[in-house]
Structures are given as C-alpha cells and as structure tokens.
C-alpha cells in the first residue's frame, strides 16, 4: 500500500508539471487526479513494473546510505580481494539450508573472479544455536581463523554443539577464547548491528545478500549472483 501511493503521487507530481505552463505545478488537482486514474485503468499493466522499480529505488537509496557499514567487515569476517571493486555481503544463519545450498555459489564466485570481495554479515535467526555459533563464528574472525571455522561448520551441517565444537577443533580456535565470546560486547554489538541493517533493507530471512545497489534475498543461485556482480562492475 505504501509503495503504491507512492507511485500514484509520483505520477500526479508528473503529470501536474507536464499539464502546467511553463512548467509551474498545476492548481487543478481534480484534473490531474482524473487523468492518472483514467490512465491507470487503461493500462493496469504498468503497475506492478512501477511499483517494482520504485522498490528498487528507495533499496538503492537505503543501501547507498549504508554502505560503509554493510562493506565493512567485522575483523577478518571476509574473504576474497581485499580491495575487491566489488563487494558480495551476505547475511546468514548457520542453521539456515539455504544458506548452507548457497555456500557452495559464493566459494565458486570468489574462485573465479579475483577481482571479487565476500563479506559474510552474521543473520542468527533461527534459535539459539544459530547465536551460539555466530558468537563462536565472530571469535574465529577476530583471530584470522574466520573463512576455516566458517567453511567446516557448513560442511558438518546443524550447528549442534557437537558440530560447533567440531569446526572449532578442526580450525585452532582457543578454547578460552570460545567460553569468553558469550560475554564478549563486542561480538553481541556486531550481531545486533546486522540486525538493524537486515530491517532497514527489509530483509525477511536468510540468506540476503547485498551487491552493488542491489538486494537479492533467498537462494537465488550461481547465475543470480554472477548477473548482479557484472551489473555493479559495469555501473
């Protein structure tokens, strides 16, 4: 509903300066009103295309707006080129199938383009595992183990607390280190960060990934992801 008031101010704002002489605003707003709705009922059609475009418009503004925050990520919580002249941000959930289904398209990308950078954004929305293994997730980035933990832990599957423990042998992690990231702030901050910017660019679950200008949310695969990387390096 917002959207399409929206879009209907849009176009009465529109058709107001091209009715209006010398291109001043129309006062005869009955008129301008008619004109769009008689419109509008001829060609339903445009609907759904204006409305999807104006969605991408006020995603773009929102992602523009937030870009430092969303690019840069929490330690070493990335992978890929470090100056990468594009940016892949995806936010996840251990404890996510599809996200588990999309690791293996961002590993491809990151192996083929060299050009490309990954920044993994924790999402734990699925219980308290999810959360209890983004903690563990942080503290591997925080000491340069990050893409190991992260790459072991989808590859064992659920984040049980066997499994965690698991990704956490295989990768080094110190195990004071672990039973510390409970209490630590600075991991709770990151994660309640990812949680505002996941509302502000609407985000309804995992994964969503964020590239260019350009917000994909769910398992959009390999040739998704490709298309939206070459549409951000063209722009």
């Known amino acids: 509903m917002i959207l399409a008031a929206g879009l209907v101010g849009a176009l009465i704002g529109a058709s107001a300066m091209a009715l209006a002489p010398g291109g001043a605003v129309s006062s005869d707003k009955a008129a301008i009103e008619k004109i769009v709705r008689d419109y509008i009922l001829e060609h339903p059609e445009i609907i759904p295309e204006a409305m999807e475009r104006l969605h991408g418009k006020q995603m773009a503004q929102a992602v ?8 840069t990520p929490f330690k070493g919580a990335w992978a890929g080129a470090a100056d990468g002249d594009v ?8 404890a996510c199938g599809y996200c588990k289904a999309s690791q293996a398209d961002v ?7 060299k050009k490309l950078k990954v920044v993994w954004r924790e999402f734990p929305v699925l219980g308290d595992a999810s959360q209890e293994a983004a903690l563990v997730s942080l503290a591997a980035a925080e ?23 698991a990704a956490q042998t295989a990768t080094g992690l110190d195990p004071a280190k672990v039973a510390a990231a409970k209490n630590n702030g600075a991991y709770q901050s990151e994660i309640e960060k990812n949680y505002d910017l996941a509302r ?13 200008a350009t917000v994909l949310q769910g398992a959009v695969g390999y040739e998704a992801l490709k298309k939206a990387i070459a549409e951000a390096r063209a722009k």
């Open 107 to 113: 590993l491809r990308l990151l192996n083929e383009d």
């Open 64 to 71: 523009n707006e937030n870009r430092a925050a969303l690019e």
């Open 200 to 212: 502000t660019l609407n985000m309804t679950g995992t994964p969503a990934f964020v590239i260019g």
């Open 87 to 94: 940016v892949l941000v995806e936010f996840f959930d251990y």
């Open 143 to 165: 000491t340069g183990k990050y893409a190991v933990f992260h790459n072991k832990l989808f590859d064992l599957g659920r984040p049980t607390d066997a499994n965690v423990k």
